[in-house]
C-alpha cells in the first residue's frame, strides 16, 4: 500500500537530514602563517638617523618576511619608508590596507576617536596573500607621552580565504613613556582593550569564523597585566612559545640597546586568537632573532631590521 511505502521511507528521511549538516559544513583543516613585526620607521623629520629607507628595503627582500598568509607591521609611520615597504611586497602580498590613522579613504569604515589634527598616524596596516572583503579602522581614545600625538588604533581585515572567511585584527597598544603619570599607560591599554572586545563583539561575527588579533600590544608577556589582557579580550595565547626569549631586546639588537641600554629585555608582540569564535587546534609562536646584512649609520656599522623582532605564528584550525 502507499502508506506502507512512505513509512518504509520515513528511517531514511530522517537518517539524510541528520546527516545533511556534514554535506553542507564540510569543515577544512587550514594552516595559516601570520607575521608581526614593529618596523620602527618613525618620522625621518625627527629622527634622520635610523636608515628607515635603507632599512625598508632590507626588510622587503629578508628572508623572514616571505610565505606568509598575512603580515600586520607596526611603527610604518614616516610615509617613504612605509611606501617603500609597501611597494617592495606587492608582488607577494597584494592586498593591502592603508595605514591606521592616516586617512579615512579606502577603509569601508572608521570609528572610534579619530583625529583629523593627530600630528602622526597610527603606524599600523595589514598586508594579504587574500583579497581583503573589508577594511576597517579604529582609533583609540586615550593616550599619553608621545602616543598623544598619534592615531593609535586597530586594523581590521575580513580575508577570502579559499571561500571561508577569516578576521584578522591588527593593533600598536599605548606604550610605557616616562612622561606618562604612574600606571596612566596600562590604564590606557585597558581601556582600549575593552573598546577592541566591544567592537568584536559588536561585529557579529559567526561563531565558526576564525579571529585573529595581532601585534606590538606593549604588555609583558608572564605578567599579571598580560593575563588582564587575555581576559578583557576573551582571547587565547599562543599554545607554544618558541625562538629567542624576547621581541623587543635591550642587550642583544643593536638599536634597542643604542637607546635603552639598561632597560630589562621586554616579549610584547603576539599574534593571539579570538575564544569565542572558531577554536586553534595549534598557534606556534616563534620569536626570529634575525639580523640584516650591514649598513652605516652615522659612521656607526649596524646589522638590525628593526628594534624589535618579528614574531611568526603559525596557526592550525578548522574552518
Avoid at 518504509?8 to 607575521?35: D, Q, R
Avoid at 597598544?173 to 567592537?199: F, N, T
Avoid at 561563531?207 to 595581532?214: H, N, Q, R, S, T
Amino acid at each position: 500500500s502507499v502508506k506502507m511505502k512512505v513509512t518504509a521511507l520515513l528511517p531514511l528521511a530522517i537518517a539524510i537530514t541528520t546527516m545533511a549538516p556534514s554535506f553542507t559544513f564540510a569543515s577544512k583543516n587550514v594552516t595559516l602563517s601570520v607575521l608581526s613585526n614593529n618596523v620602527y620607521f618613525l618620522s625621518e623629520v625627527l629622527y634622520p638617523n635610523w636608515g628607515q629607507r635603507t632599512r625598508a628595503q632590507l626588510i622587503a627582500s629578508s628572508d623572514y618576511i616571505r610565505n606568509h598568509d598575512v603580515v600586520v607591521f607596526q611603527e610604518c609611520f614616516d610615509s617613504d619608508p612605509c611606501g617603500m615597504l609597501r611597494d617592495g611586497l606587492r608582488a607577494q602580498y597584494p592586498h593591502q590596507t592603508p595605514t591606521v590613522g592616516q586617512t579615512k579613504s579606502g577603509w569601508t569604515s572608521t570609528s572610534g576617536s579619530y583625529s583629523s589634527t593627530a600630528v602622526e598616524n597610527g603606524g599600523v596596516l595589514i598586508l594579504s596573500k587574500w583579497p581583503m572583503i573589508q577594511m576597517h579602522q579604529f582609533i583609540y581614545k586615550g593616550a599619553c607621552g608621545a602616543d598623544w600625538f598619534s592615531n593609535k588604533g586597530f586594523a581590521y581585515v575580513i580575508l577570502d580565504y579559499q571561500g571561508s572567511k577569516i578576521h584578522v585584527f591588527g593593533t600598536h597598544m599605548q606604550s610605557d613613556d616616562s612622561s606618562c603619570s604612574s600606571g596612566q599607560a596600562a590604564r590606557y591599554r585597558a581601556e582600549a582593550l575593552d573598546a577592541w572586545r566591544s567592537y568584536i563583539n559588536s561585529r557579529n561575527v559567526p561563531e565558526g569564523e576564525l579571529v585573529i588579533m595581532a601585534g606590538d600590544f606593549n604588555i609583558k608577556r608572564d605578567t599579571t597585566e598580560f593575563n588582564s589582557l587575555l581576559t578583557r579580550l576573551d582571547a587565547a595565547q599562543p599554545t607554544t612559545y618558541n625562538g629567542h626569549p624576547w621581541t623587543w631586546d635591550t642587550q642583544a639588537n643593536e638599536i634597542a640597546h643604542y637607546n635603552y641600554p639598561n632597560d630589562p629585555s621586554e616579549y610584547i608582540d603576539f599574534v593571539l586568537t579570538d575564544k569565542k569564535h572558531a577554536a586553534v587546534k595549534s598557534s606556534v609562536q616563534t620569536a626570529i632573532k634575525v639580523q640584516s646584512s650591514e649598513y652605516i649609520l652615522k659612521s656607526v656599522p649596524y646589522h638590525e631590521y628593526s628594534d624589535h623582532y618579528p614574531v611568526r605564528t603559525v596557526i592550525q584550525a578548522d574552518l
